[in-house]
């Protein structure tokens, strides 16, 4: 078994977000940790699951799904790894990528915000992604219904390159109305997934993904987000990586902007109002 | 053999016919058939016809009785062929002089002491026997004020059988005070003047009486939006003469009508319940096609209070009267169509709960949630909403000046001086409001100036309107113009039609 064969193994049995996993592999290797589990040296309560699976699981029929759906497999060894992800605590064991590698190291921007925004939202994000693809920029963002599909549209719009993480499977396309939109993105730029092809989306992993968004890209905006949004979690998440965060104002009167006015208010994103401001603040942050 | 004959009418939603009751009487066992596919109302007028001639003295044939409703293959419903089946057999049985009866038309119910009650759909019953020739009617006493409206018509009321046969008998009968059609001046409870604030939801209202504009109010509860709605007709203009007929018909058959004043002037106001069925709201029925809440809102307002709580089916049902102007209803017993060109009012919540505005705090909806209740009124509904307008709570300086806002009868003059305006250009076109120009014309012959072209052309290149947005948003626009006199909409009047459309801004 080797080191590629090793990360198979464990991710399509380890579920993304976990520090105790990341550091164990960061101590041991991956592949210690593979015969470590098969020799049941781990808790076999706590972790019953992942045991089971890494015993019945082949690294070749891993690597063979992945390829079937068109993907690529990265693991933290290869050179097209990128580096950006380091900085997370809970770093992923891989990644599959439909598109282009190369996209990831691109300098990028995470535009994330509310699945119900207003049309203000949805022009803003959409008219910030094409100033930054501009400015030779990628555009990363979740995927979802609203902002994150504006921003994804603005940045295809201007021609440029945009990548969205998802929180399902690489195959699923959750969600389904934007099964054109993925088709689209994996053209010039890539479709990111922390876990096997035809696991669905459940709640649990739009947190962990929403980390990826954060940690692959230089800063992060938030365009409109509700008070309890899950945007703001991204926001978070880049400032704990110690990246830029920037918020986008609204009418205190709309409900849509009192996220992104709590992050202002909080001090946990710096305002901006025109592209320019924007690319002025990620320049001089340090 | 006796053969006694009567003249009424059988109504298909709004359209009557003719129909001939025979009576015959002949040797046999005493029996009764009732010939002509009555439904169940009819075929228990027998026993009602019964009670009421023996109660008035009279006799009732112990032989065989045949009624025939002519034409045979029309099927026949209610209970207002009492009185003419009545009368037909009185004439089989030769107990009146048959000059007075004959060409006089009979409507009206039978109670068992021989009162003659009212029954639905006279007005329009009159209309169709008018147009086959028919000069008299002796219609029930209750239905006197509605059937005089036919004035070129000489309208017998009556209040009993007895009273009826006395003038068949002698020509007498009780003269009756000359009805004043004149109606009092509508004491309009609703008006523009009792909403504080809501500048721009006043502006919509306005807009969407001059044009014919469909309307969305969007905003929490309280806000206001079903008072703003509930004052629409009060800005319309009243209806003309011929409005006025049609209306008050399609409310005569839904049974609609106030016995006092019964001629509609004032254009109609529809709120069904969010629960109501698509029967409710476009029409129809298993043995009388009656019309739904679309027609009754014919040249009026329709308003459908929390729109997303209605089910997606009934919303849909909209879509037909919204695009053709009216309802055409197909069953069994036959095709039916009503008038439905109404003017829409929908008011939405932001949200299920209703607390997703303001800052949003206390809502307790998760955003699929929103967004599943929002969707609701996606597609093509929401492609034939030309004005969307948030309706926000009032602040506390609004709520609180002394000054009453506008009232409703100074905007009505604003709406009638910019759709006479309107109606002056269309003069030589088959449309009289700018709701409905169609496309071909609006980029032919009714463009707004070359600046306001630019900006909308704009915004269709950066895909934020689509073609179809864009021809609603000269329509509007168009509305607004003539609102503020212009000759041709403005880059303004545009900017303002857009901004009405997309729903944001103040």
Redesign the interface.
């Known amino acids: 078994m080797n080191i590629l064969e090793a990360r198979a193994i464990l991710f399509s049995s380890i579920e993304g977000g976990s520090t105790f996993w990341t550091r164990e592999i960061e101590d041991h290797g991956p592949i210690e940790v593979v015969r470590k589990l098969r020799a049941r040296a781990y808790d076999p309560i706590r972790f019953e699951k992942i045991i089971a699976k890494v015993f019945t699981t082949e690294p070749s029929t891993v690597l063979a799904e992945i390829a079937s759906c068109g993907c690529q497999f990265i693991t933290p060894e290869d050179v097209q790894w990128p580096s950006r992800l380091n900085d997370l605590s809970a770093m992923p064991i891989g990644l599959i990528v439909k598109g282009s590698i190369d996209a990831l190291q691109l300098p990028s921007l995470a535009i994330v915000g509310t699945r119900n925004p207003t049309n203000y939202g949805v022009r803003v994000a959409g008219d910030f992604a094409a100033g930054f693809v501009d400015r030779e920029w990628a555009i990363v963002s979740g995927g979802a219904y609203g902002i994150d599909a504006a921003a994804h549209r603005g940045a295809l719009v201007a021609e440029g390159v945009t990548i969205a993480v998802l929180a399902a499977g690489i195959d699923v396309n959750y969600p389904g109305g934007h099964a054109h939109l993925f088709a689209e993105i994996a053209e010039t730029g890539a479709l990111v997934s922390e876990v096997m092809p035809g696991v669905r989306a459940i709640p649990a992993r739009f947190l962990i993904r929403n980390r990826l968004i954060a940690a692959l890209s230089c800063a992060t905006l938030v365009v409109e987000a509700a008070f309890r949004s899950g945007s703001l979690r991204t926001a978070r998440d880049a400032a704990e990586l110690m990246r830029p965060v920037m918020a986008i104002p609204g009418p205190i009167t709309s409900p849509t902007s009192e996220g992104c006015h709590r992050l202002i208010g909080e001090r946990a994103a710096e305002v901006v109002t025109s592209v320019a401001d924007a690319v002025e603040f990620v320049a001089s942050y340090k | 053999m006796t053969l006694g004959q009567s003249l009424t009418v059988a109504l298909l939603g709004l359209d009557g016919q003719i129909v001939t009751v025979e009576v015959d009487i002949a040797d046999g066992l005493p029996a009764y058939v009732l010939l002509g596919l009555p439904d169940a109302a009819l075929t228990e007028s027998r026993d009602r016809v019964r009670s009421a001639l023996v109660n008035c003295s009279e006799n009732w044939p112990n032989r065989k009785v045949t009624v025939s409703l002519s034409p045979a293959w029309l099927p026949k419903s209610g209970s207002s062929f009492d009185l003419p089946i009545a009368i037909a057999l009185l004439a089989a049985q030769q107990v009146f002089p048959m000059e007075r009866s004959r060409d006089v038309l009979y409507l009206g119910e039978l109670a068992l002491d021989g009162h003659i009650r009212g029954v639905r759909g006279v007005l329009p019953s009159l209309i169709a026997a008018y147009k086959s020739g028919i000069r008299t009617a002796v219609v029930p006493w209750a239905n006197r004020v509605e059937a005089r409206l036919m004035s070129e018509m000489t309208i017998i009321p009556m209040e009993h059988l007895g009273s009826l046969l006395r003038w068949l008998r002698t020509g007498e009968r009780q003269e009756n005070l000359e009805m004043d059609l004149a109606l009092p001046a509508d004491e309009s409870v609703f008006d523009f003047s009792d909403l504080a604030g809501q500048d721009r939801a006043r502006l919509a209202a306005e807009v969407a009486a001059v044009g014919g504009h469909h309307l969305l109010l969007m905003g929490p509860p309280g806000a206001g939006k079903t008072m703003i709605a509930q004052r629409l007709p009060g800005i319309l203009p009243a209806l003309t003469r011929e409005e006025s007929l049609e209306v008050t018909a399609i409310h005569s058959i839904a049974g609609g009508l106030s016995a006092r004043s019964p001629l509609a002037s004032d254009a109609p106001f529809v709120a069904p319940h969010h629960s109501a069925t698509r029967v409710a709201m476009v029409g129809g029925g298993s043995h009388t096609i009656k019309p739904g809440a679309c027609s009754l809102a014919h040249r009026g307002v329709l308003f459908v209070d929390e729109a997303p709580e209605c089910d997606s089916g009934v919303l849909d049902s909209l879509r037909q009267p919204l695009e053709s102007g009216s309802i055409t209803i197909a069953r069994a017993i036959g095709s039916v169509s009503y008038p439905a060109r109404f003017l829409l009012v929908l008011a939405a919540n ?1 949200c299920p709960c209703g607390k ?6 206390n ?1 307790t909806c998760t ?2 949630q ?2 599943r209740y ?1 969707s609701k009124l996606s597609g093509p509904l929401m492609d034939r909403i030309d004005l969307r307008v948030q309706v ?1 709570p009032l602040s506390r300086v609004e709520l609180s000046k002394p000054e009453l806002g506008e009232t409703s009868a100074a905007i009505q003059r604003r709406v009638i001086s910019a759709r006479t305006t309107a109606a002056h250009r269309f003069i030589n076109e088959p449309w009289s409001l700018n709701s409905e120009i169609p496309s071909r014309a609006l980029r032919n012959s009714y463009q707004p100036e070359r600046a306001a072209m630019n900006f909308l052309h704009t915004e269709l290149d950066r ?2 309107i689509t073609a179809r947005g864009l021809h609603k948003v000269m329509r509007t626009a168009w509305s607004i113009a003539d609102l503020s006199g212009h000759i041709r909409p403005s880059i303004d009047d545009t900017r303002l039609a857009y901004s009405l459309r ?3 801004g103040s």
Do not use: A, K
């Open positions: 932001p997703f505005s303001g800052r949003g705090r809502c955003s699929q929103v967004r929002l926000e895909e934020h997309e729903g944001h």
